[in-house]
């Protein structure tokens, strides 16, 4: 597959996201959908390591667990929805949210929280519930340590916003 950039279309990613913010607190999304044919995607069950994962819309999730991250040895490779992942960008792996989503992760050591765009499936480390790019580990205060206690939760529509964006847009920006 060859890259595809976003063009013209990168600032209406960015003002959608920007909009989807809840606080005060400015969220900004570098890189959103520049590489890559991101799709849509909830997909079906799948397993690995011998554990069934069975993805699914849920505008309820909301757990606490263990957080790890990943990085150079993903870095510039496709991701589960079709994008070419850069461990500079706050994105995120979850096993069963769709892709598109937006969630935040709250550091429950620390306090700090970052709203993350699901784009990837994972962590595939048993006991772990999500794994974030290397930049959003170092936001979240935990790069040095590989792991934290978090806290995700989805944004409803947030979520549903950049599904729908990408959706409307993606055929138009060369997606796919």
């Known amino acids: ?35 890559g044919r991101p799709m849509c995607k909830v997909g079906t069950p799948y397993r690995i390591n011998g554990v069934w994962y069975y993805p699914a819309v849920d505008y309820n999730y909301d757990e606490t667990g263990v957080a790890s991250w990943y990085g150079e040895q993903f870095d510039q490779k496709y991701t589960a ?13 979850h096993h069963t949210l769709p892709m598109p989503s937006i969630v935040k992760v709250t550091n429950l050591d620390n306090g700090r ?29 935990f790069e040095t340590g590989g792991t934290a206690p978090v806290r995700v939760k989805i944004m409803k529509e947030e979520s549903i916003e950049v599904a729908e964006w990408l959706n409307e847009t993606a055929a138009t920006a060369g997606f796919w």
């Open 1 to 35: 597959m060859a890259r595809t950039a976003a063009g013209p279309l990168w600032p209406a990613v960015m003002m959608v996201l920007g909009l989807a913010g809840c606080s005060t607190q400015q969220r900004t999304y570098e890189g959103q959908y520049r590489s």
């Open 81 to 93: 929805n079709g994008e070419i992942f850069d461990l500079n960008e706050l994105t995120a792996a």
């Open 113 to 141: 929280t970052l709203q993350l765009r699901i784009n990837d499936r994972g962590p595939f480390a048993r006991g772990r519930i999500i794994d974030v790019s290397r930049r959003a580990s170092q936001l979240l205060g």
